[in-house]
């Protein structure tokens, strides 16, 4: 596999040799189901963000937290996602949900890659029936505590020197505008803004990594920099960590719980506006 993002064009003349997901989601309560099942890419399994990749939402844990190893092993079985299989993940929103899937994979060092621009980027034909899937043995392994930070970590490390605090959210919930999805309006102080967004070029695509990495020196981020990323709920801030390590200043580590569990934790701090806090 080339690195953490694939072409197209690489994805046709391989497809025989990986397994494609299909990780589509909405926030706004549309089904990613029946998005797959209108169209998707011939042979893709579907992976659903909600059931295959999260556990039982809290809140202390967020609405997404990791699954257990088990319950993520089985899922990965189920849908043919086994140990040493070659996964390629896509969805239709720059590689903002279907990041999580590469993120938990490649926590788990198993070969992973996200299809960079997504769906509209496929030049194939697409189908509308499920793949016979052959299940796949995948291991039940902990989650390693070097790819993922703790609500207390997260605490600790925002104000220490040295690490970054990355928030992956719109600059406007960033800030705190008033809105339908956070429990409290505003962001964890210490953080800087690096909207998941700003990571894609008009066309939907990954930027190069020299922008990236420019991008990234604005924020504070360089090579040897701890970067911790969150976003509302564990899930688009994994784009954030994606590009970081297409920029070469990764591999950083993702607050699972990310806002959803920060802000409704009322013990915890909240700042308001354009700066860190």
Known sequence: MPGPLVSSDWLRSNLDEVVVADVRWYLDGRSGRAAYEAGHIPGAVFVDLDADLSGPPSAAGGRHPLPSPEDFAAASTALGMGDGCTVVAYDDAGGTVAGRLWWMRRALREPVAL???GLAAWSGPLSSEYPAVTPAHASARPWPAAAFASIEEVDELRRAAGTVLLDARSPERYRGQPNDIDPRFGHIPGAVSAPCAANLTAAGRLRGAEELRAMYAAAGVERGT??????????SANLDLLALEVAGLGPGRLFVGSWSA???????PVATGAAPG
Do not use: M, P, T
């Open 226 to 235: 701890e970067v911790v990323a969150y976003c509302g709920s564990g899930v």
């Open 262 to 268: 920060w802000g409704a934790d009322e013990d915890r």
């Open 115 to 117: 299809l960079d621009g």
